[in-house]
């Protein structure tokens, strides 16, 4: 077996809802960035074997199908939509990585896609002539009772773990001026040349002004909801090392389920079942991607595993950015490529998802 290796990993830039991406339908978003990352590898898309695409909002079709096509891919390349809500884009990589590694294909481009602005409308069908009901969120859970807003839930989070407003808020303040600080080196992974719009000077004073969602759960520490498409190039070691190609290791990865009610500690398990299985502890980490979709989500993975808070989101996280959901996992995927080729670190990429689900990974950057 030839372990599978990233070899190129690119973005959108990330626009909130309404945005400077909401003209775009979901392919659009995508396809440049497909083509940005072949560019990348020095690949031609008739080399594509698969694109795996993670999208939360599209409301069934094969979106992946839809992209492979407009990035130019070859009529033999089908497509794979993935939906696991927020952990969908790292779930992506996942499964490319399973696909190289068991033979089945040498070249994958995988990640996300999500466009907030121009999702489907969502409508339950009802019996007997009745109207149909436009709904927001899906059911996560058979349980009505145990099926949380993730407001809620991430309020519910802080008091069981007594993380105050205002740690939530420091952390938010911290994450804007992390991506401000690092926009010149954030537009390496960009494709196109203006920067994440949403990212500004967080103050104290702004996150105290802000509206309350739920409890200790505000609109400042809270991801706004956002467009956006990041893709990464997969191959075979061998492939890479044949032609001479730089490349980041997949080291390994694992999706765990978790309580519905707490889906934000769902990482957790995910992280140190990761790290364990790879004989590694949160020390050997040299930098570590944590989603933010809230900022106590954030603080509990670091708190609960030990991570080092030096190396959680060097160049600010989603809270700077904004969740477009589907692309989210892969959005902190293609950051640690970027942190870690010719490093020699290991990175640590992990996201929590609505239902209780958490999706982490650990890349290598030996080659």
């Known amino acids: ?26 392919h659009e978003i995508a396809a440049p960035v497909t083509q940005a990352c072949l560019t990348d590898a020095g690949l031609v898309p008739d ?35 993935l939906d696991r809500q927020c952990c969908s884009g790292l779930d992506a990589l996942r499964l490319a990585q399973a696909l190289i590694e068991a033979g089945q294909t040498e070249v ?8 907030y602005s121009r999702r489907p409308v969502r409508m339950t069908a009802a019996q007997g002539g009745a109207p149909a009901q436009e709904y927001d969120q899906p059911p996560f859970t058979p349980w009505p009772d145990r099926d949380p807003d993730m407001a809620e839930a991430a309020d519910a989070l802080a ?7 205002a740690a939530q808020d420091a952390w938010t303040v911290d994450s804007h001026a992390r991506a401000i600080a690092a926009r010149a080196d954030l537009s390496a992974e960009i494709v196109g040349d203006a920067p994440d719009s949403y990212t500004r000077a967080m103050t104290p004073a702004l ?5 309350a969602i739920c409890g200790s759960v505000t609109r400042a520490n809270t ?43 769902a990482p957790v398990a995910a992280i140190n079942a990761t790290l364990a299985g790879l004989s590694l502890s949160p020390a050997d980490l040299s930098t570590a991607e944590i989603m933010e979709a809230f900022a106590v989500q ?29 692309a989210s996992g892969a959005i902190l995927a293609v950051r640690l490529f970027h942190d870690l080729r010719g490093t ?24």
Not at 345 to 364: E, K, P
């Open 1 to 26: 077996m030839s372990r599978a290796v990233i070899i190129a990993a690119r973005r959108s830039l990330v626009a909130p809802r309404g945005g400077a991406l909401a003209h775009l339908h979901l």
């Open 47 to 81: 080399s594509v074997d698969e694109l795996i695409m993670g999208n939360a909002l599209g409301a069934g079709g094969n979106p992946a199908r839809v992209a492979a096509l407009a990035a130019g891919l070859p009529l033999r390349v089908p497509g794979l939509s």
């Open 108 to 115: 994958v481009i995988a990640g996300g896609a999500e466009s």
């Open 159 to 165: 008091r069981h773990l007594g993380i105050s407003r």
């Open 207 to 211: 996150c105290a002004r802000a509206r």
């Open 223 to 265: 991801a706004v909801a956002a467009d956006a498409a990041a893709f990464c190039v997969l191959v075979s070691e061998k492939y890479a090392r044949r032609r001479g190609l730089p490349y980041v290791t997949i080291l390994g990865g694992m999706a765990l389920g978790g309580d519905p009610m707490l889906p934000g500690l």
């Open 298 to 326: 954030a603080i509990a993975c670091v708190e609960q595993t030990g991570l080092d808070p030096a190396i959680v989101n060097r160049n600010g996280g989603a809270l700077a950015r904004g969740h477009p959901i589907g």
């Open 344 to 367: 020699g670190g290991r990175g640590l990429a992990a996201i929590a998802a609505a239902g209780g689900i958490g999706t982490a990974l650990v890349l290598g950057g030996e080659g």
